[in-house]
């Protein structure tokens, strides 16, 4: 009986906690130079990791919500959980700068501060597109 | 008793067994020298017209060019990893490189009011008929550098804008937009990649150096001259000439545009005038007051 109720309060915890609701969806690739993944889905938020160019990203989906705040996808990249702007996503691996220049690249020898920076620049931008109507 | 019995049974079975091996090793031995003397060495010149005829050496012809082929795909390959960016994608990466080693100076990693600029300013290019231009706006918090632009890839812009100059002069959406189109038209002249190229550059951008060394003083060398023109030197009053009267054929069109670049031009001219901080601006951009003047439409003597 003891065990019979301890299964069934993990059941339901299981059920409720908003954290085993979390499923992978699929993979997508980091698509700009660098970038961050975000505590909390705001592109001023504080960052939990720096990734490049080409880094597989986990989008998790949660009831088959996908979608938070402005644009932003939960996402999983090896330890940290956390969220990133899906207009730096993409579905194939993209292109990236540093594998079509690798040698001019690491001349530069960029330091990991130019890498953070160069991640929250992309944050910081106002991007915008004139079209035709 | 047992042991006998046993003994019995595998007696015969050991001595037939002895038997049948010698008489196998005999055979084989005589097989062996019999064929000894029948294999002889192959002489190739001898059966060259029979090769020709298995197409082998037409398959090692084949086998020749693909390994060749492999060779030199892989030396194309170890080539290519000493590409240097070439126009397409030089801009936008060495602007965005200065941006990153200027970040303390140009202090943009703050959180920035929304002024719904990417609305404003898109609405603002298409009524001006300028279609299919990507832009990424920096705001600064810094009156260093009032309002810029960047060259990036092709059509794609970066302006870096100064909030403390937008609040100082209560700049509207429209008087932003204006600014920000002054500064379009200032780089699509190609003002400023004429300035930062320096000599060599030509030759480095969508360039290889393969089996040489990279002049890494060169990219410093340009990131200076980005320094020289945003901080210092700015625009001569040919360009500041050519881009005013640009801007006044544009906007006429509109009274309410060119009223608001004139009205935004007086602004800047007594801001410039009476505050300390901004009176660097004329030397960046010379001068509101001479712009002023050449948008005045010419007083006509009546005889």
Redesign the interface.
Known sequence: MKNLSLLLSLFFLGIYSPYAADKVSRVVYFKKLFGHIHKNPSRYSQSLSTIGCGHPIKVLVNKGREEYGKGFYKVKVGPYEGYISKLYLNDKKPNCFQDKYPRFFDNLELSLTDMYYWGKLYDQYVYGRSTIQ | MMIKKTLLFTLPFFVLLCFFDKAIAANSKSEDDGLAPMVAPIEFDKIQNVLKKDRLGAEVKKKKAVIKKEKKLKQQKKVE?????GQG?FWS?FS??W???N?TILK??F??PDYA???S??EF??KMG??????????VNTPDVTHFALPSDDNEFIFLLSVPFIRTLDLSKLEISILLFEDYLRVKSNFFKDYVSISGVDSLVGGN?HGKT?D?KL?EKMAERYDQIIFDKGFSFQQQFKVTTKMNAMLKGDPKWWNGYFLLLGKIDNLVKSNILYQKYLKIYPSPELQLSWLRPEKKKVL
Request: charged content about 35%; proline content about 3%.
């Open positions: 990893k000493f590409n240097i960016p994608d990466f965005e490189y941006l990153v080693k970040v943009w990693d959180q920035k600029l990417e609305k300013f898109k290019l298409e300028v279609l299919e231009v990507r832009y990424k706006i920096l705001l150096f990279f890494v990219l």
